[in-house]
T-cell receptor, first 112, second 113 residues
């Protein structure tokens, strides 16, 4: 059974720092991996989707990498801003369905 | 832009009540999903649907049922609400099987007393 783990559970950094969020999964047979952002009391917003054949995806200050063989993904946030404060979730899609398996998230606080 | 709306942001119900949570998407998506989100457990899939009148159980379907009579609307039903169903409920939709991006609604925070 696929399990997705995110470390750390919470992270606090000063504004301007570069940071890395980690996601690991137990079954490397995935179709894709997504990173989402969730603001308090809100739904999820998709940030980046990496196909299983890809190694990384970039969007603005965000860069996500995928190493299927080791079951790991990282989300790199450059020059962090207070507006980046949110919970970041990763999710993997495996098998022939559209089902996503989510990690428990990393709560990020960027201090001004 | 894809828009997924949920009928209520906050809901308070009593134990034993029948509860309906509604989700509507406006992008003609085939796939719709219901999740619940609990601290320390993340999002867990309750039910999903690939087409009208079609449904499949997710990981935690017990105590829930769903209805999809129209393509744009996916309803989650708590037949007899219990306190352990107090949670944040999130609906999502997507338009392709694989690969895909799921678009999420704002969530309904349900409190069962």
């Amino acid at each position: 059974k696929q399990e997705v783990t995110q470390i750390p559970a919470a992270l606090s950094v000063p504004e301007g720092e570069n940071l890395v969020l980690n996601c690991s999964f137990t079954d490397s047979a995935i179709y894709n991996l997504q990173w989402f952002r969730q603001d308090p009391g809100k739904g999820l917003t998709s940030l980046l989707l990496i196909q299983s054949s890809q190694r990384e995806q970039t969007s603005g200050r965000l860069n996500a990498s995928l190493d299927k063989s080791s079951g790991r993904s990282t989300l790199y946030i450059a020059a962090s801003q207070p507006g980046d404060s949110a919970t970041y979730l990763c999710a993997v899609s495996g098998g022939a369905t559209n089902k996503l398996i989510f990690g428990t998230g990393t709560l990020l606080a960027v201090q001004p | 832009d894809v828009k997924v709306t949920q009928s209520s942001r906050y809901l308070v119900k009593r134990t034993g009540e029948k509860v309906f949570l509604e989700c509507v998407q406006d992008m003609d998506h085939e796939n719709m999903f219901w999740y619940r989100q609990d601290p320390g457990l993340g999002l867990r899939l309750i039910y999903f649907s690939y087409d009208v009148k079609m449904k499949e159980k997710g990981d935690i379907p017990e105590g829930y049922s769903v209805s999809r009579e129209k393509k744009e609307r996916f309803s989650l039903i708590l037949e007899s609400a219990s306190t352990n169903q107090t949670s944040m409920y999130l609906c999502a939709s997507s338009n392709t099987l694989v690969p895909q991006t799921q678009y999420f609604g704002p969530g309904t925070r349900l409190l069962v007393l």
